[in-house]
Every structure is written in structure tokens, then in C-alpha cells.
């Protein structure tokens, strides 16, 4: 006999997504920091938050907007930070032959 894993009622689901829904437009609507790399997912009211913020009080933020958010009984902030960028050391360029010459009439 095959059971579906998922096995919330129709309503819990469209609550879920509701909430879902709700969090997102929550971490858009932040007017300090942008959530663009934050992904939100919902299971009975269970908001799991993943992706990359730049800092520790990004993950923070986005995990009290979504604890915040009518219908959610917990969040699970699973939020990583983006790896530091080290910058590159510049390498000269090679000089390149000009194609064009700008003294011909």
C-alpha cells in the first residue's frame, strides 16, 4: 500500500503556504537588509530558513521576522554565511598589439 509522505490536511496546507508567503514578504519588506539569497519553506507551521546572508545579524533578523509571522509555531534558522571574499592580486596585463591605428587618414 503506498502512503503519501506528506500527510497534512488540505487546510494545514494552504495554511503553510500562507505562511510561507507571509515570510517571504516579510524578508522582502525589511528595509535594512536584503533576503534575496534567504529560502523559505513551511511544514505544520514549522519554518525552516535556509540559504546565505553576509552576517550574523542578517541570520538573526530574518529568524525573528519569520518567528514574528502569524501561524508560526517554530523556526529552524538553517542559515549559512557567505564565504569572506578575498580579493585576487591583480596580475599586469600582457600588452597586446593595437589593431587599429588611429594616425591612418
Request: aromatic letters at 4%; glycine letters at 4%.
Amino acid at each position: 500500500m503506498h502512503h503519501s509522505q506528506d500527510e497534512r490536511s488540505t487546510g494545514r496546507v494552504v495554511e503553510d503556504t500562507r505562511i510561507t508567503a507571509d515570510v517571504r514578504d516579510n524578508l522582502r519588506k525589511e528595509p535594512i537588509y536584503k533576503f534575496s539569497d534567504v529560502h523559505v519553506q513551511t511544514f505544520n507551521g514549522v519554518v525552516r530558513l535556509s540559504g546565505f546572508v553576509n552576517s550574523e545579524d542578517q541570520k538573526r533578523r530574518a529568524g525573528k521576522l519569520a518567528q514574528q509571522t502569524p501561524g508560526v509555531t517554530q523556526v529552524m534558522n538553517n542559515i549559512s554565511m557567505k564565504p569572506a571574499v578575498t580579493p585576487t592580486p591583480q596580475v599586469p596585463a600582457t600588452p597586446t598589439a593595437r589593431t587599429n591605428n588611429l594616425n591612418q587618414p
